[in-house]
T-cell receptor, first 114, second 116 residues
């Protein structure tokens, strides 16, 4: 079964700096995908970025990019030029093999300071 | 609106009462999911609907939980005889095809359920 591990319960970064949020995964599937979601204090889960295991290049979406290292089974989220509004919980997730349900990591709380 | 909507946003109930939570998915999305987020358990899958197929109920924690989806659109999650451990945020999501892979799930704002 798939497993997602996020080892950083909390991260601090100053505004305008870059930050990397770690995510490692465990799967035996030859083809898989990874999602990152942001959950601000309002509670809504906001989709940020997706990486497919066979994608040739690391995914990027505006200030978000994925540092995808397949051999190490890691898919770290990089946020460049942090903003105060980036303060939130961030979750890494993967669809469970053969099912459509997402398996989530425990999340990382990011705090951006002025 | 264009996103997933859920109602109510907050629900406080007494132990033993039944509650109904509603989810309105993004128009055109064929798949709908319910998840539960609680402090002790993180994010847990509850149930999944895809088109006219039989729902995947494998995540429902007990037979007090049920869900239906009418007309392939709106879904209602019902919890009977609520218990204090049912207190959580219930999140609904929808996706275009429900076929996994890159099919992105878009979430609603959630319903915060408190059982006294």
């Amino acid at each position: 079964a798939q497993k997602i591990t996020q080892t950083q319960p909390g991260m601090f970064v100053q505004e305008k700096e870059a930050v990397t949020l770690d995510c490692t995964y465990d799967t035996s599937d030859p083809s898989y995908g990874l999602f990152w979601y942001k959950q601000p204090s309002s509670g809504e889960m906001i989709f940020l970025i997706y990486q497919g295991s066979y994608d040739q290049q690391n995914a990027t979406e505006g200030r978000y990019s994925l540092n995808f290292q397949k051999a190490r089974k890691s898919a770290n989220l990089v946020i460049s030029a942090s903003q105060l509004g980036d303060s939130a919980m961030y979750f890494c997730a993967m669809p469970r093999r053969g099912f459509q349900k997402l398996v989530f990591g425990t999340g990382t709380r990011l705090l951006v300071s002025p | 609106g264009a996103g997933v909507s859920q109602s109510p946003s907050n629900k406080v109930t007494e132990k033993g009462k039944d509650v109904e939570l509603r989810c309105d998915p993004i128009s055109g999305h064929t798949a709908l999911y319910w998840y539960r987020q609680s402090l002790g358990q993180g994010l847990e899958f509850l149930i999944y609907f895809q088109g006219n197929s039989a729902p995947d109920k494998s995540g429902l924690p007990s037979d007090r939980f049920s869900a239906e989806r009418t007309g392939g659109s709106v879904s209602t999650l019902t919890i009977q005889r609520t218990q204090q451990e049912d207190s959580a945020v219930y999140l609904c999501a929808s996706s275009f095809t429900g076929t996994g892979g890159a099919d992105t799930q878009y979430f609603g704002p959630g319903t915060r359920l408190t059982v006294l």
